[in-house]
């Protein structure tokens, strides 16, 4: 060895180096211990879970849950080759000066080494992705200790310490095995590493340009429209609709919608939309095919392959009529948005998670009991190593979405091309876990309890168990203002990417022929008076749970608040009436495009809607309820239709007849209750003097009473519906 290579070892003594080997060892060892325990935390999960389809995954899938477990293994191989080279030159100087002599001793060194750095990151992992942890991990000690930063030095001390301070190793462990090697060898490994960074950006889509396209001698002028929803988003709880938060210091300063807001103050704002059913793939239908669920056909979420044909054959949905007029159609979307892979609405383009099927779900099981794939390959080079991940719920997030949305709306302006596109976000879903800023914005930063970063959400009891009325209705009033906090930090994250499309738009120059709708598949319960949590399970209480937001930005139209009722099934045809393109016959809703330029006088519609799966059956005083099984006796897996959820037949009928129905005009709300007995209960609100239907007053105002049901049986037998104005000939 010359002398200048001597200098590249540490120490002089060759017994006290730390090869690649023992390191190499250690890292296994370590890894192979984490892929034990992530196989016991697996097998533990799906022993402890009760309900039917973890049965049936350990009795019909255990060959491809076996399959997943062996394919995972290339992550654990790869880490810990990463692992070894930069511990290697890290405990190098650590394993000199302890004079360590013994392969063993090394290895040893490595296993708490790899252990430390394990630690790092998963302790960066709850200020980075927060929403990848469960609400147990947050009071364990070992977080608590990010606690101890005072707050005003938080934002720099997490930059240098999970940012600077893990690229400056990295950086340091390329240079030493660099510096180690004899100039030919770092010439080729140089080359190398160029030449597969290379690979890995064009596959990745980096370095791929979108071929030229031939700008147009003219400019397609026909305005454009994007509609951007979150499921699961409040009307009522948009600060442009009178919302203010509980908190209102730093961040949360702003309130939860300020994107919106500053939207809504030069837009049309409908502030009592609604959705005639409260469940996202029906909802969805219903929008694109302004239809009511009883005639587009899908009335639950968990349709069958004949219904979904059925549908997709039956309904003219505005996308694709607007992609036979030359517009660009898209979608865009994380989880909640997968329902266009089952039913695409007319678009061509759709860029949207897997919709749910079991095989989606038992891989995801996989994934996160070993949690060395959401810690460490989470990102761009993660998903071309495990594709899946982009189909999986917590991967794809908001941020993905809008980014996707900014790229293709750089081409669309290039193009010059007119678009109708749908861009629709998971962030108000339950339960509610979102990353910071937003997870902790508006709550109590003294709370400590079981829903710290998200509603502590038992899925085994929601699809398998009977007792989550009583449950939920237990909770304590701490609890809930802790939920409805965490609400608010998921509306202020969609706001932020609201206002990111916005921008988008103003830099490429479209914002003024672009039409933008800011709206929800439906609301959701919050613990108001009568209700809980959840959507689509009953009309008692409130209608939080149907009522949407309709920010309509039209350019050129007069701001202004619009209280009148309308339904989701109206906004198509309002739109074809815009964009001046002809309505089939089969569109069951009303345009209201007058209502927008001033020509017509708004007058509330009729609001008829149904509850969607029945997941649970709330009480109704005095009722029986129609006795139906769990999700998990209700359900099967149909394997020909990609894994898919389904009703089972005998289910399909009994569903149906058990559904709550209600009619709401404005001064009223009627609520049909199916019983057990086969007969009908009719439960009569007052809307003005009670908003969450705490008193039944049908017996009071029997005249009112006969004309509502007479109108809402005529929907429900006859799919009939009948407009407010012969509901009530001389008004209400």
Known sequence: MSESEKTRSVGKNPESMLGFGPVLGGAGAFFAFQY????????????????????????????????????????????????????????????????????????????????????????????TRPYFLDDASFGHWYYQVLEIVPEVLRPTVFFLLFSILPLAVLVYAICWHLWRLSGKARAIVLGGAVCLAGIFLWKTGVLKSDPEVPISAEADNRPNVIIIGSDSLRSDRLGCNGYQPR?????????????????????????????????????????????????????????????????????Q???????????????????????????????????????????????????MAHFVIPLYFDHPAGYAIFPQLGSFAQFVTPE??????????????????????????????????????????????????PNKNGVDFDIDSFIGGTDLE???????????????????????????????????????????????????????????????????????????????????????????????????????????????????????????????????????????????????????AGVERPHLPPMDGMTGIEDTFNYQFVLKKEYEEPLIAAKQRCLMTDKWKLICTPTAQGDRHFGLFSREADIYSEEDVAGKYPEILAAMSEALEKW????????LEEIFPEGE
Request: aromatic share 12%; charged share 20%.
């Open 317 to 367: 949905p505005i996308a694709g009529i607007l992609r036979r007029e030359g517009y660009d159609t898209a979608a865009f979307g994380d989880w909640c948005a997968g329902y266009y892979e089952l039913m695409p609405l007319g678009f061509e383009h759709i860029s949207v998670s897997s919709f749910d099927n079991f095989k989606i779900y038992m891989s995801q099981a996989v994934v």
């Open 247 to 315: 908190r209102r210091d730093g961040l949360a300063a702003a309130g939860v919608s300020p994107h919106i807001d500053e939207l809504a103050a030069k837009s049309v704002n409908f502030t009592n939309c609604f959705t005639p059913i409260a469940s996202t793939l029906e909802s969805g239908t219903t929008l694109m095919s302004a239809q009511y669920p009883h005639t587009h056909g899908l009335r639950q979420m968990y349709p069958d392959e004949k219904t979904v044909d059925a549908t997709k054959a039956s309904i």
């Open 400 to 449: 993905v979405v809008t980014d996707r949305v900014e790229k293709r709306l750089s081409k669309v302006a290039a193009e010059k091309e007119p678009f109708f596109w749908h861009v629709f976000y998971s962030c108000n879903h339950l339960p509610y876990r979102n990353p910071e800023p937003y997870s902790s914005m508006f709550t109590d930063p003294d709370y400590t309890g």
């Open 36 to 127: 034990i325990i992530a196989l016991f935390r697996l097998t533990n999960r799906s022993g402890s879970m009760e309900n039917k389809f973890s049965a049936l995954a350990q009795n019909k899938y255990m060959d491809f849950l076996i399959w997943q477990n062996f394919y995972v293994l290339i992550a654990y191989a790869i880490l810990i080759l990463l692992f070894a080279l930069v511990l290697q030159p890290v405990l190098s100087p650590v394993s000199w000066k302890l004079r360590l002599k013994s392969r063993w001793s090394k290895a040893a060194l490595s296993v708490g080494g790899s252990f430390l750095v394990h630690g790092f990151f998963a302790l960066r992992l709850v200020k």
């Open 716 to 723: 429900i037998d006859q799919k009939i519906e009948t407009p």
């Open 470 to 620: 009583n449950k939920w209705n237990a909770l304590p009033e701490k609890e809930i203002r802790q939920i409805r906090d965490l609400y608010d930090g998921c509306t202020r994250q969609f706001d932020d990417n609201v206002g990111k499309i916005l921008a988008a738009l103003k830099a490429n120059g479209l914002d003024e022929n672009t039409i933008v709708l800011v709206t929800a598949d439906h609301g959701d319960n919050l613990y108001e008076e009568g209700v809980t949590l959840g959507h689509g399970l009953t009309f008692n209480g409130g209608l939080q749970a149907n009522h949407v937001p309709l920010i309509f930005h039209l350019p050129g139209a007069e701001p202004r608040v619009v209280p009148q009722h309308l339904r989701t099934i109206d906004i198509i045809p309002t739109l074809a009436d815009l964009l001046d393109i002809s309505r089939p016959a089969e569109w069951e809703g009303d345009s209201v495009a007058g209502w927008l330029d001033g020509s017509e006088r708004p007058q509330s519609k009729a609001f008829y809607g149904e509850t969607g799966f029945p997941f649970i059956q709330f009480r109704v």
